[in-house]
C-alpha cells in the first residue's frame, strides 16, 4: 500500500503542476469561438478516439443536452465519435483513418466548428477531419497532449496539455478538467 501511497502522491502532483500550466488566454479564446458558433447557429463538431471519444461524447453532453435541458444554451453540438455503425462502416469500407471526415463531408459549412482532441495530435483520422475544416475555411480548436504534434499547428486556438510522449492519463484528465470548465461555467453565468 505505500508503493501506491507514493505513487498516488506523485501523480496528482504532477496533475496539479499541470492545472497551474492551463493557459487562461486560450480558453478565453475558445469561450469567444463557441459563442460566436452559438449566435451564428454554426454547428460545433468534436472527434477523438479511444479516450478522447469518451471525452468527445461527454463534452457533447455537457455543452449540449446538458446545458440545454436547464435552459442555459442551446448549442448545436455533435459527437462524431458516437456512431459506431458509420465508424464501423466507413472503418471497413474506406479506411479508419476516414472515419471522421467522411461523416462531415458535403455538410460542413465554413461558419462550423471542429473541436478535435488527440493526445497526440496525429491521429490520422484527425488530421484529415482538420485539413478538410480548414480548407473549408472552419474554426480548428485543438485538445492536444505530448508535444501537441501536428494538430496544435494548424488549430487556430489549442489547449494544450504539455507532457512526456505516452502520458495518456494527465492528458485525458486536463481534457476532462477543459469539459467541466466550460460546463460549470455556462452554469455559474446563467444561474
Same mark, same amino acid.
Given at each position: 500500500?505505500k508503493?501506491?501511497?507514493?505513487?498516488?502522491n506523485?501523480?496528482?502532483?504532477?496533475l496539479?503542476s499541470k =492545472?497551474d500550466?492551463?493557459?487562461?488566454?486560450?480558453?478565453?479564446?475558445?469561450i469567444?469561438?463557441?459563442?460566436?458558433?452559438?449566435?451564428?447557429?454554426?454547428?460545433?463538431?468534436?472527434?477523438?478516439n479511444?479516450?478522447?471519444?469518451?471525452?468527445?461524447a461527454? =463534452?457533447?453532453?455537457?455543452?449540449?443536452?446538458?446545458?440545454?435541458?436547464?435552459n442555459?444554451?442551446?448549442?448545436? =453540438?455533435?459527437?462524431?465519435?458516437d456512431?459506431?455503425a458509420?465508424?464501423?462502416?466507413i472503418?471497413?469500407?474506406i479506411g479508419?483513418?476516414?472515419v471522421f471526415?467522411?461523416?462531415?463531408s458535403?455538410?460542413?459549412r465554413?461558419?462550423?466548428?471542429?473541436?478535435?482532441?488527440?493526445?497526440?495530435?496525429?491521429s490520422?483520422? =484527425?488530421?484529415?477531419?482538420?485539413?478538410?475544416?480548414?480548407?473549408?475555411?472552419?474554426?480548428i480548436?485543438?485538445?492536444?497532449g505530448f508535444?501537441?504534434?501536428?494538430?496544435?499547428?494548424?488549430?487556430?486556438?489549442?489547449?494544450h496539455?504539455?507532457t512526456?510522449k505516452?502520458?495518456?492519463?494527465?492528458?485525458?484528465?486536463?481534457?476532462m478538467?477543459?469539459d467541466h470548465?466550460?460546463f460549470?461555467y455556462?452554469?455559474e453565468?446563467f444561474?
Open positions: 500500500m508503493k501506491f501511497s507514493l505513487f498516488a506523485s501523480y496528482l502532483d504532477r496539479k =492545472i500550466l492551463v493557459d487562461h488566454d486560450e480558453l478565453v479564446k475558445i469567444h469561438i463557441l459563442e460566436d458558433a452559438h449566435s451564428s447557429n454554426s454547428r460545433i463538431y468534436v472527434a477523438g479511444g479516450g478522447s471519444a469518451a471525452t468527445a461527454h =463534452i457533447v453532453n455537457d455543452l449540449g443536452s446538458g446545458l440545454k435541458r436547464r442555459i444554451k442551446n448549442f448545436d =453540438i455533435h459527437s462524431l465519435s456512431n459506431l458509420s465508424i464501423t462502416a472503418a471497413n469500407d479508419y483513418e476516414k471526415v467522411t461523416q462531415v458535403g455538410i460542413l465554413s461558419n462550423d466548428v471542429i473541436l478535435a482532441i488527440s493526445a497526440s495530435g496525429n490520422p483520422n =484527425i488530421i484529415q477531419l482538420c485539413d478538410y475544416a480548414k480548407n473549408i475555411g472552419c474554426r480548436i485543438g485538445l492536444t508535444d501537441g504534434g501536428y494538430l496544435k499547428k494548424i488549430s487556430d486556438v489549442s489547449y496539455v504539455e512526456q505516452g502520458e495518456y492519463g494527465l492528458v485525458e484528465d486536463m481534457h478538467i477543459f470548465l466550460l460549470t455556462y452554469l453565468q444561474k
